[in-house]
């Protein structure tokens, strides 16, 4: 209901202003979230070792993972030889760290810290995000810790290119937000308004553009991997894909209403050498339904390594089957 107006525009004494309580709402949801998350977030000050001993080599965020000392962060802020540092925390903590694993190919990078007693952050799932959904951007911008910046989700399905020496992935369902990213919020947390990490935010890709890796089945398969192994397998087919609704004469033939589409393959790659083209739309990979980049992701894994896989697309008005054989990806 809304309230009574004088003259003037503004309420009637008494009455609430609708305004300022959805401002205080928004408010205070981004206060929640940040109090929360702000002990889990750490600033990493990155150190190399030179010929003079060890020397500053970078900065950037990082997310408690564990109460006994794993962070997460991006590939980018710690990747090279004879990285190490300092992740300080908001409790006045400054702990040593040393990197577990790197992975290039997601920007994504598990470090230990010698400490304990950690806050760990809570890892939500990012496929639940809608566009336009609120979210809230934690890391340590230019050196300043604990900074806070809030908007929305601008886009989902994004791709995002990563290489490692003549290896180049496509990051899929990157989160694109208009939270405002600078250096240093890599690494950082992307939190829904439930105080969960969503995404850990890699790159900065112009005025108002941020993108970020997201939390999801895949990406949590490799966390687990650089805890356990400090390093990931996993099978590679050379396609760069984003989710496509189905078209009208499609959907009755499969009851279902979404696929993935081929964005670009790239050259000299197993799904080059079976036949896939830019904009075949992918329905099934493996015997598998395929509706969305994370369900081509899940079968990615070293146990698809050098063994057949079938792939059934739509291709204007014509279903074709192809085989694919993935190989391991290098670095």
């Known amino acids: 209901m809304s309230a009574t107006r004088t003259l003037d525009g503004t309420p009637q004494a008494g ?12 408010s205070r949801v981004v206060v929640e979230v940040a109090q929360r998350l702000a002990p889990s977030v750490a600033n990493l000050r990155v150190m190399r070792r030179g010929r003079g001993g060890q020397v500053p080599a970078g900065a950037g965020s990082a997310v408690a993972l564990t109460p006994d000392g794993f962070l997460l962060t991006s590939a980018h802020v710690v990747d090279g030889p004879g990285r190490g540092g300092r992740a300080s925390f908001v409790d006045g903590r400054e702990l040593r760290f040393r990197v577990v694993g790197v992975d290039r190919l997601s920007d994504l990078a598990v470090l230990r810290v010698d400490g ?3 806050v760990p952050a809570t890892l939500g799932e990012a496929e639940r995000l809608r566009v336009g959904q609120l979210v809230v951007a934690i890391g340590n911008p230019n050196g300043f810790e604990g900074s806070v910046t809030a908007g929305v989700v601008s886009a989902l399905g994004r791709s995002l290119p990563a290489r490692t020496g003549r290896t180049v992935r496509f990051i899929d369902n990157v989160i694109q937000t208009d939270a405002a990213l600078n250096p240093g919020n890599s690494g950082g947390a992307l939190v829904d308004s439930a105080s969960r990490v969503v995404g850990i935010n890699t790159a900065v890709a112009g005025v108002g553009l941020g993108l970020a890796v997201p939390i999801n089945a895949a990406t949590r398969q490799i966390i687990g991997a650089l805890m356990r192994d400090g390093r990931v397998r996993r099978a590679y087919i050379g396609i760069a894909g984003g989710p496509r609704p189905l078209p009208p004469h499609a959907r009755g033939t499969l009851a279902r209403t979404r696929c993935v589409e081929v964005v670009e393959v790239a050259p000299g790659s197993p799904a080059e050498r079976a036949g896939l083209r830019a904009e075949d739309l ?7 339904p395929v509706e969305r980049v994370d369900d081509v992701q899940r079968l990615m894994t070293h ?3 050098g063994r057949r896989l079938n792939v059934r697309v739509l291709r204007g008005d014509r279903w074709l089957e192809f085989e694919l054989t993935p190989t391991e990806l290098a670095e």
Request: net charge negative; glycine share 8%; no cysteine.
């Open 303 to 305: 146990e698809a390594i």
């Open 15 to 26: 009455e609430a202003d609708p305004e300022t309580e959805t401002l205080d709402a928004y």
């Open 116 to 118: 304990d007693n950690l």
């Open 282 to 288: 992918i329905v099934e990979l493996g015997g598998r």
